[in-house]
Protein backbone atom coordinates (compact mmCIF):
# COMPACT_ATOMS: atom_id res chain seq x y z
CA UNK A 1 0.00 0.00 0.00
CA UNK A 2 1.20 2.96 -0.87
CA UNK A 3 -1.01 5.68 0.92
CA UNK A 4 -4.85 7.48 0.62
CA UNK A 5 -4.92 8.10 -3.66
CA UNK A 6 -7.42 10.52 -5.03
CA UNK A 7 -8.33 10.65 -8.23
CA UNK A 8 -8.50 13.09 -10.16
CA UNK A 9 -5.78 15.58 -9.33
CA UNK A 10 -7.21 18.39 -10.77
CA UNK A 11 -10.83 18.86 -12.30
CA UNK A 12 -11.94 21.69 -14.65
CA UNK A 13 -15.34 22.21 -14.72
CA UNK A 14 -18.41 24.61 -15.50
CA UNK A 15 -20.86 26.17 -13.58
CA UNK A 16 -24.12 23.40 -13.23
CA UNK A 17 -22.59 20.33 -14.38
CA UNK A 18 -21.84 17.11 -11.98
CA UNK A 19 -18.57 16.03 -10.74
CA UNK A 20 -17.28 13.14 -8.88
CA UNK A 21 -13.99 12.48 -6.91
CA UNK A 22 -12.69 8.81 -5.79
CA UNK A 23 -10.58 8.07 -2.61
CA UNK A 24 -8.61 4.88 -2.09
CA UNK A 25 -7.53 4.55 1.45
CA UNK A 26 -4.88 2.61 2.87
CA UNK A 27 -6.49 -0.92 2.70
CA UNK A 28 -6.79 -1.83 6.76
CA UNK A 29 -8.04 1.79 7.79
CA UNK A 30 -11.65 1.22 8.38
CA UNK A 31 -12.30 4.76 8.66
CA UNK A 32 -12.65 7.40 5.85
CA UNK A 33 -12.66 11.14 6.17
CA UNK A 34 -13.71 13.70 3.28
CA UNK A 35 -12.62 17.78 3.83
CA UNK A 36 -12.79 20.63 1.95
CA UNK A 37 -9.76 23.33 1.49
CA UNK A 38 -10.05 26.99 -0.08
CA UNK A 39 -6.76 29.40 -0.29
CA UNK A 40 -5.38 30.20 2.79
CA UNK A 41 -7.60 28.07 5.25
CA UNK A 42 -7.59 25.32 7.31
CA UNK A 43 -9.00 21.90 6.17
CA UNK A 44 -12.97 22.01 6.83
CA UNK A 45 -14.58 18.89 7.78
CA UNK A 46 -17.15 17.32 5.25
CA UNK A 47 -18.29 14.01 6.33
CA UNK A 48 -16.75 10.34 7.79
CA UNK A 49 -17.19 6.70 7.26
CA UNK A 50 -16.51 3.70 9.24
CA UNK A 51 -16.56 0.95 7.12
CA UNK A 52 -19.94 1.22 4.69
CA UNK A 53 -21.86 3.69 7.26
CA UNK A 54 -21.57 7.64 7.10
CA UNK A 55 -21.52 8.16 10.69
CA UNK A 56 -21.20 12.44 10.44
CA UNK A 57 -21.82 14.82 8.40
CA UNK A 58 -20.88 18.41 8.58
CA UNK A 59 -23.76 21.27 7.70
CA UNK A 60 -20.94 22.49 5.26
CA UNK A 61 -22.04 19.23 3.00
CA UNK A 62 -25.19 21.01 1.55
CA UNK A 63 -27.95 18.27 -0.49
CA UNK A 64 -25.84 19.23 -3.60
CA UNK A 65 -22.74 16.97 -2.27
CA UNK A 66 -23.30 13.48 -1.17
CA UNK A 67 -20.50 10.71 -0.73
CA UNK A 68 -20.73 6.99 -0.91
CA UNK A 69 -18.68 3.97 0.49
CA UNK A 70 -20.76 1.11 -1.18
CA UNK A 71 -18.01 -1.91 0.32
CA UNK A 72 -16.26 -0.47 3.40
CA UNK A 73 -13.58 0.60 0.58
CA UNK A 74 -12.66 3.14 -1.86
CA UNK A 75 -15.35 6.41 -1.39
CA UNK A 76 -17.07 8.67 -3.77
CA UNK A 77 -18.08 12.74 -3.49
CA UNK A 78 -19.98 14.26 -5.94
CA UNK A 79 -20.92 17.22 -6.37
CA UNK A 80 -24.06 18.14 -8.37
CA UNK A 81 -24.75 21.29 -9.91
CA UNK A 82 -21.45 22.71 -9.25
CA UNK A 83 -21.05 26.36 -7.90
CA UNK A 84 -18.06 28.71 -8.53
CA UNK A 85 -18.06 28.82 -4.70
CA UNK A 86 -17.43 24.83 -4.61
CA UNK A 87 -13.83 25.36 -5.68
CA UNK A 88 -11.52 24.46 -3.54
CA UNK A 89 -9.19 21.67 -2.87
CA UNK A 90 -11.10 18.36 -1.85
CA UNK A 91 -8.66 16.16 0.59
CA UNK A 92 -9.59 12.31 1.53
CA UNK A 93 -8.11 10.73 4.81
CA UNK A 94 -7.86 7.40 6.44
CA UNK A 95 -7.42 5.79 9.50
CA UNK A 96 -7.87 2.91 11.64
CA UNK A 97 -9.88 2.49 15.08
CA UNK A 98 -8.37 -0.65 16.30
CA UNK A 99 -4.05 -1.04 16.93
CA UNK A 100 -1.63 0.92 16.84
CA UNK A 101 -2.70 4.07 15.19
CA UNK A 102 -0.56 7.68 14.46
CA UNK A 103 -3.46 9.16 13.13
CA UNK A 104 -4.96 10.35 9.42
CA UNK A 105 -3.15 9.35 6.43
CA UNK A 106 -4.64 12.11 3.89
CA UNK A 107 -4.20 11.89 0.62
CA UNK A 108 -3.09 14.70 -2.14
CA UNK A 109 -6.05 15.86 -2.80
CA UNK A 110 -8.38 16.89 -5.81
CA UNK A 111 -8.32 20.54 -6.47
CA UNK A 112 -11.30 21.37 -8.23
CA UNK A 113 -11.70 24.38 -10.46
CA UNK A 114 -15.84 25.29 -11.24
CA UNK A 115 -15.56 28.03 -14.12
CA UNK B 1 -12.08 18.49 21.96
CA UNK B 2 -10.31 21.11 23.78
CA UNK B 3 -9.49 24.07 21.97
CA UNK B 4 -5.87 25.11 21.00
CA UNK B 5 -4.26 28.59 20.14
CA UNK B 6 -1.45 29.03 18.40
CA UNK B 7 0.75 31.84 16.40
CA UNK B 8 -0.51 32.70 12.92
CA UNK B 9 3.00 32.96 11.73
CA UNK B 10 7.20 32.11 12.61
CA UNK B 11 9.81 32.17 10.33
CA UNK B 12 13.10 29.99 11.53
CA UNK B 13 16.53 30.19 9.84
CA UNK B 14 17.71 27.46 7.98
CA UNK B 15 19.58 24.89 10.29
CA UNK B 16 18.53 26.37 13.72
CA UNK B 17 15.90 24.88 15.64
CA UNK B 18 12.06 25.73 14.91
CA UNK B 19 10.04 26.29 18.15
CA UNK B 20 6.46 26.14 17.56
CA UNK B 21 4.33 26.55 20.65
CA UNK B 22 0.55 25.73 21.09
CA UNK B 23 -1.35 26.38 23.82
CA UNK B 24 -4.38 24.34 25.09
CA UNK B 25 -5.79 25.39 28.54
CA UNK B 26 -8.64 23.38 28.17
CA UNK B 27 -7.63 20.23 27.63
CA UNK B 28 -8.89 17.01 29.27
CA UNK B 29 -6.94 14.65 31.19
CA UNK B 30 -7.44 11.69 28.13
CA UNK B 31 -7.04 13.96 25.18
CA UNK B 32 -4.07 13.71 22.84
CA UNK B 33 -1.97 16.74 21.31
CA UNK B 34 -1.44 16.48 17.64
CA UNK B 35 0.70 17.68 15.45
CA UNK B 36 0.33 18.09 11.48
CA UNK B 37 1.98 19.77 9.06
CA UNK B 38 0.75 20.62 5.50
CA UNK B 39 3.27 21.54 2.73
CA UNK B 40 1.91 23.78 0.18
CA UNK B 41 -0.74 21.85 -2.38
CA UNK B 42 -0.25 18.97 -0.57
CA UNK B 43 -2.52 17.06 1.68
CA UNK B 44 -1.75 17.54 5.89
CA UNK B 45 1.03 14.80 7.31
CA UNK B 46 0.83 13.62 10.76
CA UNK B 47 3.79 14.43 12.73
CA UNK B 48 4.38 13.43 16.53
CA UNK B 49 1.38 13.08 19.14
CA UNK B 50 1.74 12.54 23.02
CA UNK B 51 -0.51 12.94 26.36
CA UNK B 52 2.06 13.80 29.15
CA UNK B 53 5.64 12.98 28.57
CA UNK B 54 7.82 14.27 26.02
CA UNK B 55 8.40 12.54 22.71
CA UNK B 56 10.87 12.11 19.66
CA UNK B 57 10.47 10.67 16.80
CA UNK B 58 12.03 11.12 13.22
CA UNK B 59 10.59 13.80 12.61
CA UNK B 60 10.30 15.70 15.64
CA UNK B 61 10.30 16.61 19.51
CA UNK B 62 7.11 17.13 21.39
CA UNK B 63 7.56 18.88 24.86
CA UNK B 64 4.36 19.23 26.70
CA UNK B 65 4.27 21.10 30.06
CA UNK B 66 3.93 19.80 33.44
CA UNK B 67 0.24 21.17 33.60
CA UNK B 68 -0.42 20.23 30.01
CA UNK B 69 -1.64 23.64 29.47
CA UNK B 70 0.96 23.99 26.59
CA UNK B 71 3.31 22.03 24.32
CA UNK B 72 6.02 22.87 21.68
CA UNK B 73 7.10 20.99 18.75
CA UNK B 74 10.11 21.39 18.05
CA UNK B 75 11.95 20.51 14.62
CA UNK B 76 15.81 20.25 15.68
CA UNK B 77 17.23 21.35 13.08
CA UNK B 78 15.05 23.29 10.23
CA UNK B 79 15.53 22.78 6.58
CA UNK B 80 13.58 24.99 3.60
CA UNK B 81 11.32 21.76 3.13
CA UNK B 82 10.16 22.51 6.45
CA UNK B 83 8.39 25.40 5.44
CA UNK B 84 4.33 24.63 5.95
CA UNK B 85 1.62 25.12 8.28
CA UNK B 86 1.61 23.40 11.30
CA UNK B 87 -1.74 22.17 12.94
CA UNK B 88 -1.70 21.64 16.74
CA UNK B 89 -4.86 19.78 17.78
CA UNK B 90 -6.14 17.84 20.94
CA UNK B 91 -7.97 14.71 20.39
CA UNK B 92 -8.85 11.51 22.18
CA UNK B 93 -8.04 9.03 20.06
CA UNK B 94 -6.39 9.30 16.77
CA UNK B 95 -9.13 8.24 14.45
CA UNK B 96 -11.04 11.23 16.56
CA UNK B 97 -12.69 13.42 13.73
CA UNK B 98 -10.13 16.50 13.35
CA UNK B 99 -11.04 20.10 13.28
CA UNK B 100 -8.18 21.90 11.65
CA UNK B 101 -7.44 25.84 13.14
CA UNK B 102 -5.38 28.45 11.06
CA UNK B 103 -2.64 26.95 12.59
CA UNK B 104 1.01 28.42 12.42
CA UNK B 105 2.90 29.46 9.25
CA UNK B 106 6.39 28.35 9.79
CA UNK B 107 9.12 30.06 7.27
CA UNK B 108 12.26 28.68 6.83
CA UNK B 109 14.79 31.39 5.81
CA UNK B 110 17.81 30.52 3.86
Known amino acids: DTGVSQDPRHKITKRGQNVTFRCDPI?????LYWYRQTLGQGPEFLTY????????KSRLLSDRFSAERPKGSFSTLEIQRTEQGDSAMYLC?????????????FGSGTRLTVV | DAKTTQPPSMDCAEGRAANLPCNHS???????VYWYRQIHSQGPQYIIH???NNETNEMASLIITEDRKSSTLILPHATLRDTAVYYC???????????FGPGTSLSVIP
Open chain 1, 93 to 105: ASSQTMGQSYGYT
Open chain 1, 27 to 31: SEHNR
Open chain 1, 49 to 56: FQNEAQLE
Open chain 2, 26 to 32: TISGNEY
Open chain 2, 50 to 52: GLK
Open chain 2, 89 to 99: IALKTSYDKVI
